[in-house]
């Protein structure tokens, strides 16, 4: 796996602005027994600060208590945080799982598919701890190996780079319990085909050429209960984040206003007990929309 180790080795440590490393920095104080912190999604591309930033904290072990035994079994945890830089207000939702939790999961070994599907797109290693930056190349390698070799099963046989991500995207989005626009794919591949030519041409390199009939047979009867299991397990974390996201009411707050121009107050109550407010919060929006109207 030299050469894709090599291709993912160098994405990863792709420079960042200084807000989003100082966001990264301020993480690992936020979060116990940090190992490392990675920064993906749509504003790796765009830099548009004014956005959520996408965080992924990797640590040695879950959060005490009972928050730490949900994780356990759902992971990811996910939270909201916000850091004032240099005059500027920057928001982040951040996932966070053990790093042992993250190797498992690119490998493709469980029915979840989020963590490799995520990790073939574009990420950058943000910081990590001593002796750790390498257990993380090696991890998002995975990830892009286990997301190449699914897509040469998924996709058409012999098919080019292109063809394949295609599939495979679709495949993972349908398995997923999300709302794309048709073409969400094609805009992915679309910013950088290049890029996801060469993580298939190294993946091919590194396994000896195409896969076999036989393994390509055994890959696409393992997509069944992946699929199946998929929507299950996203309705599963929304259950979870329901009673577990941290900063729930203050992102909640953000996203109403900047979508409709409602200013939500966060209350302490609020703050505590986001789904019990979330009647009178849903009221006041509705009669802040009928006044603007």
Known sequence: MNRLRD????????PLPAPITAFAEHLTGVFPEVRAVLFYG???????LSGV?????????PPAGWRGFFTRILWPDVSYHELVHDGETLRAKVASMTLAQFQRAVSGAGADTTIWARFVQPSALVWASAGVRDQVVDAVAEACR?????????GPAGGAPRALWTALFQETYKAELRVE????????LAYDPERYD????????DQGGALDPAERTRLRK?????????KPLNVARLVKAAFTFQGAARYAAWKIERHTGVEIEVTPWRERHPILSAPRVLLKVWKGRRRAS
């Open 42 to 48: 749509s504003i790796l591309r765009t830099g548009d």
């Open 181 to 188: 626009k048709a073409g969400r794919e094609a805009s992915i």
């Open 222 to 230: 393992a997509w069944g209960p992946r699929r199946l299991m998929g």
């Open 7 to 14: 291709l993912v080795a160098a994405e990863l440590a792709t």
């Open 146 to 154: 286990t997301a190449a070799r699914f897509a040469q099963a998924l």
């Open 198 to 205: 060469h993580v298939m041409t190294a993946v091919l390199d």
């Open 53 to 61: 930033l996408d965080y992924y904290v990797l640590t040695e072990r």
